[in-house]
C-alpha cells in the first residue's frame, strides 16, 4: 500500500540545537500531518498542513515548532531550540482530502540529551 | 483530560478465540472513529474505522461495535490468528482529520 517515510528513524540532538525531522508523504496526498507520542503515552496531535499553510495545530505545538514543505519536496517539522521535553518519537501522517484514509510513517525517535 | 481511553492494556488470548479491546471517549462531537493497528517497528496502519451514524461495522474477522449513548465502542476480533498480534490503538475525531488516539491495547495471540 502507500507508504509514509521518515527519515532518520532514530535521531539524538543536544539541548539546545536545532533538529529537523523529515518526511515524504504519499506522492499524490494533499494534507500533512504530524503527531507527538511520548514513551507509554498516547499519540497526540501536533499539526495539519494543506497547500503551503498550516491549518490547525494543538497546544503541544509550541512556538519553537515549525513546518514546511518547500516545493513538494519533504515535509518537515523543525524544532529550534529543542528542549528535553521535546524527547518523544514524532509521527508524520499524509491523507488525499480531509474524508479520506490518513496513512502514517514510521516515525522517529526524537531524543534530546 | 485524556479523551480517548482503551482497556485492556494488554490482552492475551489463544487462537482460534475472540479477542475484545474495548475504548470509550469524552467528547460527544466525535463522529469519527478509526481503529489502527501496528507492528513493531512499524507505522499505525487503519484497520476499519466506524462512523457515529452507525452501530455496527464489519470487515472480515474484525468487527467494530457502537454504543453512542455510552460513549463506547468495542472492537471484536473473531478467530484470532498469531498473526494478529499487534497494538490497536482506538481514535476519535469530529470529521476525519486530528485523532485523538487513546494509549493502545497490545495483544497476544497464543497459538
Known amino acids: 500500500g502507500p507508504k509514509v517515510l521518515q527519515i532518520p528513524s532514530h535521531q539524538i540532538i543536544d539541548m539546545g540545537q536545532m533538529v529537523t525531522l523529515n518526511c515524504d508523504p504519499v506522492?499524490?496526498?494533499?494534507?500533512f500531518y504530524w503527531y507527538k507520542q511520548i514513551l507509554g503515552q498516547q499519540m497526540e496531535f501536533l499539526v495539519n498542513?494543506?497547500?503551503?499553510?498550516?491549518?490547525?495545530k494543538s497546544k503541544l505545538f509550541k512556538d519553537q515548532f515549525s513546518v514546511e514543505r518547500p516545493d513538494g519536496s519533504y515535509f518537515t517539522l523543525k524544532i529550534q531550540p529543542t528542549a528535553l521535553e521535546d524527547s518523544a518519537v514524532y509521527f508524520c501522517?499524509?491523507?488525499?482530502?480531509?474524508?479520506?484514509?490518513?496513512?502514517f510513517g514510521k516515525g522517529t525517535r526524537l531524543t534530546v540529551v | 483530560q485524556q479523551q480517548v481511553r482503551q482497556s485492556p492494556q494488554s490482552l492475551t488470548v489463544w487462537e482460534g478465540e475472540t479477542a475484545i479491546l474495548n475504548c470509550s471517549y469524552e467528547?460527544?462531537?466525535?463522529?469519527?472513529f478509526p481503529w489502527y493497528q501496528q507492528f513493531p517497528g512499524e507505522g499505525p496502519a487503519l484497520l476499519i474505522s466506524?462512523?457515529?451514524?452507525?452501530d455496527k461495522k464489519e470487515d472480515g474477522r474484525f468487527t467494530i461495535f457502537f454504543n453512542k449513548r455510552e460513549k463506547k465502542l468495542s472492537l471484536h476480533i473473531t478467530d484470532s490468528q498469531p498473526g494478529d498480534s499487534a497494538t490497536y490503538f482506538c481514535?476519535?475525531?469530529?470529521?476525519?482529520?486530528?485523532?485523538?488516539f487513546g494509549k493502545g491495547t497490545s495483544l497476544t495471540v497464543i497459538p
Open positions: 506522492s499524490n496526498h494533499l494534507y
Open positions: 467528547d460527544s462531537t466525535f463522529n469519527y
Open positions: 481514535a476519535a475525531s469530529t470529521g476525519y482529520q486530528n485523532f485523538y
Open positions: 466506524i462512523s457515529s451514524v452507525s
Open positions: 498542513f494543506y497547500n503551503g499553510k498550516v491549518m490547525e
Open positions: 501522517a499524509s491523507s488525499l482530502g480531509t474524508d479520506t484514509e490518513v496513512f
